[in-house]
């Protein structure tokens, strides 16, 4: 399993931006499809966004659809989360994992993952 490790996260205003990172090591990256997660204080986990191994292909929960982008840079093992507009209700952990697995159409799904980061706290707060 590849290991990874999140970073990035902060306290940011109403309205502020982001940049979330998690570099993996351990196997070779670029055959990970990788996503991010997050989850707010008293709620389940949920599914923010994934990019396929070769970065081609990219999903999007409907709340961040035209604000957060997912990318990443294979020949530095890191999966990045750009998050902007962000609302004082997306305060959590966000998490990102790893799937050898080429089956995209099971990339919102946290089952369909089978490595974590430890996460990284955001709070958005005025």
């Known amino acids: 399993q590849v290991r990874l490790v999140e970073s990035g996260g902060g306290l940011v205003q109403p309205g502020g931006a982001l940049r979330l990172s998690c570099v993996g090591s351990g196997q070779t990256f670029s055959d990970y499809r990788m996503g991010w997660f997050r989850q707010a204080p008293g709620k389940e986990r949920e599914f923010v966004a994934a990019?396929?191994?070769?970065?081609?292909?990219?999903l999007y929960a409907d709340f961040a659809k035209g604000r957060f982008t997912i990318s990443r840079d294979n020949a530095q093992s890191t999966v990045y989360l750009e998050v902007n507009s962000l609302k004082e209700e997306e305060t959590g952990v966000y998490y990102c994992?790893?799937?050898?697995?080429?089956?995209?159409?099971?990339?919102?799904?946290?089952?369909?993952?089978?490595?974590w980061g430890q996460g990284t706290q955001v709070a958005v707060s005025s």
């Open positions: 994992a790893a799937s050898y697995s080429i089956n995209f159409d099971v990339a919102r799904n946290n089952d369909a993952y089978d490595s």
């Open positions: 990019i396929s191994q070769s970065g081609a292909h990219r």
